[in-house]
């Protein structure tokens, strides 16, 4: 596609609950990235990816927190048992093999009542 | 991951005047310097971005000064505009084998007609 499309936009879920964002990324683009905004801690670093393995994970906050890559296309980020502190915006990034062309999706909200 | 300290936090400017945001690092390992443009709803989009080769880089209305020493790096927004209304954040690059960006806090900027 012409850009990075996530879904869905906006989640929903109780406290407890597992949920699944999902990344499409440009086509064509190795590296992906996955990063969480929130209002008490700015933009956070998750998770990178090149092709499909994850060399950095270092910015997953807890072992509720995976994600995968399948045929060097989609990504899922999947919570475990949401807590209220993982609502945010996760973001999901790509750039082709070089670093400079970093294209960012519009997000999805995520929110934990 | 405070190794990022961008000013202010928010800005008021009024039509045609220069939006001035700052950004101060620490972490030597930096070797690409963008600037992201956020408007509510989206992910962040690159506006402009320096070498650290270089001390100023200019694009239209925006321009990037850098400078090495001091471990600072601004941008400048000439003849501001409403359109300009958005939150812009500083995100550094580690290079190396991960690529990842390390965001500022962002700077809401509100440019007044």
């Known amino acids: 596609g012409a850009g990075v499309s996530q879904s869905p936009s906006n989640k929903v879920t109780e406290k407890g609950k597992d949920v699944e964002l999902r990344c499409d990324p440009i086509?064509?683009?190795?590296?992906l990235y996955w990063y969480r905004q929130s209002l008490g801690q700015g933009l956070e670093f998750l998770i990178y990816?090149?092709?499909?393995?994850?060399?950095?994970k270092s910015g997953l906050p807890s072992d509720r927190f995976s994600a995968e890559r399948t045929g060097g296309s989609v990504s899922t980020l999947t919570i475990q048992r949401t807590q209220q502190e993982d609502s945010a915006v996760y973001l999901c990034?790509?750039?082709?093999?070089?670093?400079?062309?970093?294209?960012f999706g519009s997000g999805t909200r995520l929110t934990v009542v | 991951q405070q190794q990022v300290k961008q000013s202010p936090q928010s800005l008021i400017v009024q039509k045609g005047g220069i939006s001035i945001i700052n950004c101060a690092y620490e972490n030597t390992a930096f070797d690409y310097f963008p600037w992201y443009q956020q408007f509510p709803g989206k992910g962040p989009a690159l506006l402009i971005a320096?070498?650290?080769?270089?001390s100023e880089k200019k694009e239209g209305r925006f321009t990037i000064s850098f400078n090495k020493s001091a471990k600072q790096f601004s941008l400048h927004i000439m003849d501001s505009q409403p359109g300009d209304s958005a939150t812009y954040f500083c995100?550094?690059?580690?290079?190396?084998?991960?690529?990842?960006?390390?965001f500022g806090t962002g700077t809401l900027l509100a440019v007044q007609p």
């Open positions: 086509s064509g683009h190795t590296a």
């Open positions: 990034a790509t750039s082709p093999r070089t670093p400079y062309g970093y294209t």
């Open positions: 995100a550094p690059l580690v290079g190396g084998a991960t690529n990842k960006l390390i």
């Open positions: 320096i070498r650290p080769d270089v």
């Open positions: 990816f090149q092709g499909n393995s994850a060399p950095d």
